[in-house]
């Protein structure tokens, strides 16, 4: 049977979800097809279509799976069309491309596998076995509403086929709403990555600015910054030594140097939108303050109890500085100080520490803390502008949870939830893909208003050949790639994404439509919030019941 005859491109898209992972790779890839459609979030390969059908806002995006059966040696390529109506077009400028590739990870099960999970920018290949494309199709936010039509184009060595795309688009725009999406930056990782001469040099900050642009135009709204060299006590492959490097003078008052943090904001603020920088810590992991000692020509480091008076005298001399320098810089309104996981007593005193450093204005520094644990004394937490929880914590708060949240709504508080190591469902590379989307609707189940979780983009030495690092579940310390010239997405990031866009679906409606509309799937959110122990069949089936009451409306 030829090419042409046997190849029938199925594109099972799911407009809400874009993975493979886990079992795509327990599974095998087998078909009988040669070319066909999958839902990006799916895990089993031996269902597709031979047409994409799929309903979509302005300032949307609806992605697919791409499956081509191959040989060894085989030539590859696959293309778009522009998607027409009689009347408009959006162009195929607008349609992304890019095989995948596997990656070898360590699941749960202490057992080595390869997951197919690195999204690649390359939409041509020579191949050695079945290959597998990522399609994304981005919708401008000034498209007229309407019925579209396409193709993708397939060309295997010289042989051809074509498969229809028909995109509705509807008269809703996707917008931000009050949900934000943080996914803390690692910008040492990459300048050793790619060994650049120094961090946030030229060439450094040209890949920076496409792992930024990346992560703005999915959603993404917080900056990170280090303030103290290692704020996580060295969790990840590559150190992340502090932005502001700190000196003690031999008279000992203390002297910081800016260069770095000032280079960050500077390329993050100017080619972005923040709207939080969290700064990382004046309460880092292990109480550990490292400088250079300028008397003895040397590298040392202090351990601070927090509360202490060594430690309020020269955690005050710090701020003080600090403080200043975000008045010069017009950002001390969306800078917080940062702290993550640490004892309720040593925030309570770095609390109180910070209050007493108000700014030029007579402001007082914003909080940013995330907790492994749920805080029972509201008084001091409601001084905490910002606070994320960690799934695991709301899975064993469920009844304490929800005042807790209402309490910060109502005292206009922000409260995001989080997801790191030893918290399921997740991300990781060997999680079902579902998992992804589903914990974002897990967050807006609870009526938080935001996502947090580490880490975009803190690498391993062989990042794109294994994700396993040596604390943590493999691929729990970076959501992207390091690419050739750019970054690679991946489908952990892409379903995120997915699920992102349907929060801010739901929320967008919940403010134009009545409750009683939305009826069934407040429902629904009310089902997940219930959740226990969730098996994968029921994350999926739940994640596309949302996404087919979203797209009903």
């Known amino acids: 049977m030829t090419f042409f005859k046997k190849m029938i ?16 790779i327990e599974e095998k890839i087998e078909s009988d097809t040669l070319a066909l459609f999958y839902e990006t979030g799916t895990t089993n390969f031996n269902n597709g279509k031979d047409s994409l059908d799929e309903v979509v806002w302005k300032n949307d995006s609806v992605t697919s799976l791409i499956k081509v059966d191959s040989s060894k040696n085989d030539n590859i390529n696959i293309q778009a069309s522009n998607l027409t109506n009689e ?3 959006i162009d195929s400028n607008n349609i992304f491309i890019g095989f995948m590739k596997e990656v070898e990870a360590t699941n749960n099960n202490d057992k080595k596998d390869k997951y197919l999970d690195i999204i690649t920018n390359k939409n041509e290949i020579i191949v050695k076995e079945n290959s597998i494309a990522f399609l994304k199709i981005f919708i401008p936010e000034n498209t007229i509403p309407g019925n579209y039509s396409g193709h993708i184009h397939i060309t295997k060595n010289k042989e051809e086929i074509s498969l229809p795309i028909n995109i509705t688009v509807k008269d809703y725009t ?24 120094e961090p946030f040099s030229k060439e450094h900050n040209e890949y920076l600015e496409k792992t930024l642009d990346l992560y703005t135009k999915t959603g993404g709204d917080s900056l990170t910054v280090s303030i103290v060299d290692e704020p996580w006590g060295h969790q990840t492959a590559d150190a992340y030594p502090s932005m502001i490097k700190w000196y003690k003078n031999p008279d000992n008052t203390w002297y910081y140097d800016y260069t770095h943090f000032d280079k960050w904001i500077d390329l993050s603020l100017n080619t972005n939108s923040f709207n939080k920088i969290k700064a990382f810590s004046i309460l880092p992991i292990n109480n550990r303050l490292g400088y250079f000692d300028i008397a003895l020509d040397k590298d040392q480091a202090l351990i601070l109890e ?9 955690y005050g001399m710090f701020l003080s500085s600090f403080i200043a320098h975000l008045d010069e810089l017009d950002i ?17 005193s ?28 509201i008084a001091i937490t409601n001084q905490i502008h910002d606070i994320s929880i960690g799934e695991s914590v709301i899975q064993k708060n469920l009844k304490d949870i929800k005042p807790f949240i209402s309490n910060r709504i109502n005292n206009n508080l922000s409260t995001s939830m989080y997801t790191c190591t030893d918290q399921y469902p997740n991300s990781f590379t060997f999680s079902n893909p579902y998992e992804s989307t589903w914990t974002m609707l897990y967050a807006l189940s609870f009526d938080t208003n935001g996502f947090v979780r580490w880490a975009l983009d803190a690498f391993n030495e062989n990042s794109l050949l294994n994700t396993d690092n040596n604390l943590y579940e493999s691929g729990d310390t970076f959501l992207i790639y390091p690419g050739e010239d750019s970054p690679y997405t991946s489908i952990r990031y892409e379903m995120l994404e997915i ?14 439509l009545d409750k009683a509309e939305l009826e069934l799937l ?9 959740s226990k122990n969730i098996k994968t069949n029921e994350i999926i089936e739940q994640v596309n019941t949302f996404k087919h009451l979203i797209d009903e409306k």
């Open 306 to 314: 927090p509360g202490s008076e060594d430690y309020n005298y020269i």
């Open 9 to 24: 491109l199925t594109l099972l898209l799911l407009i809400m979800g874009c993975s493979t992972n886990n079992d795509v």
């Open 522 to 530: 407040y429902n629904l959110l009310v089902e997940i919030s219930n």
């Open 174 to 197: 996707l917008t931000k709403e009050s949900f934000t999406y943080e996914l803390w930056q690692y910008p040492y990782s990459s300048y050793k990555y790619y060994d650049y001469n």
């Open 87 to 89: 009347e408009y077009t």
């Open 332 to 348: 001390f309104d969306i800078t917080y100080i940062a702290i993550d996981e640490r004892a309720f007593e040593y925030i309570e």
């Open 499 to 512: 699920g992102l866009n349907y929060v801010n679906k739901f929320k967008y409606l919940s403010n134009i």
């Open 350 to 377: 770095t609390i109180n520490l910070i209050n007493q450093y108000p700014n030029k204005d007579g402001k007082i520094l914003k909080i940013s803390s995330y907790f492994n644990y749920l805080p029972k004394e």
